[in-house]
């Protein structure tokens, strides 16, 4: 597509649920990365993802966070047993592999309640 | 881990007014990027600048990667401009860019 595109936009959920963010890249972009902004606050990186190599999951914050990429295309990030500091807006980006301009996608607000 | 630190925390501009926005980085990296985040949260990417001056309309950007610094120029300021300015930096690869805190942009007019 013409931009990384992210569903849903908004999500409201209530504690101890479990949610699916979905992020579909930019056609041709091999690399794909989730981060996350708390209420302002800076982007915290939480895991990247580049062509078939294993990802760089260093950045989740607890087991409760997963992130799958299918087809080296559209990647889903999965949220266990949500918790309220789990609120924030999910951003998730793409780029061409070791290139420099990163496009963001407009984020998922996640609310926790 | 690098450190990404940004100045001012946050400016307020009456229009037409110009600025420079400030980034300073604890290590060597391999390319710097300044984001501009509008008011409705979308990140656009300003510049890929891992060293030199670049222009773009009203904005520039200069990095001396030697001296572990960027700065980001905004002339003749517009409302448009308001939101927060982010440096981000790639550390060793290129697997994640560390950003730092922002830099919060009010233009009044």
């Known amino acids: 597509g013409a931009g990384v595109s992210q569903s849903p936009s908004n999500k409201v959920t209530e504690k101890g649920k479990d949610v699916e963010l979905r992020c579909d890249p930019i056609?041709?972009?091999?690399?794909l990365y989730w981060y996350r902004q708390s209420l302002g606050q800076g982007l915290e990186f939480l895991i990247y993802?580049?062509?078939?190599?294993?990802?760089?999951k260093s950045g989740l914050p607890s087991d409760r966070f997963s992130a799958e990429r299918t087809g080296g295309s559209v990647s889903t990030l999965t949220i266990q047993r949500t918790q309220q500091e789990d609120s924030a807006v999910y951003l998730c980006a793409s780029s061409l592999p070791r290139a420099g301009g990163y496009t963001f996608g407009s984020g998922t607000r996640l609310t926790v309640v | 881990g690098i450190q990404v630190e940004q100045s001012p925390p946050d400016l307020i501009l009456q229009e037409g007014a110009n600025s420079t926005l400030r980034c300073n980085f604890s290590d060597s990296v391999n390319n710097l990027q300044w984001f501009h985040q509008n008011p409705w949260g979308q990140l656009i990417n300003l510049f890929y600048?891992?060293?030199g001056t670049k222009q773009n309309g009203r904005l520039s950007a200069t990095t001396v990667a030697t001296e572990r610094y960027s700065l980001l120029y905004i002339s003749s300021s517009q409302t448009t401009d308001s939101g927060v300015y982010f440096c981000?930096?790639?550390?060793?690869?290129?697997?994640?860019?560390?950003f730092g805190a922002g830099t919060r942009l009010a233009v009044h007019p």
């Open positions: 056609s041709g972009h091999t690399a």
């Open positions: 981000a930096v790639f550390s060793g690869g290129y697997n994640k860019l560390i």
């Open positions: 600048i891992p060293s």
């Open positions: 993802f580049q062509g078939n190599s294993a990802p760089d």
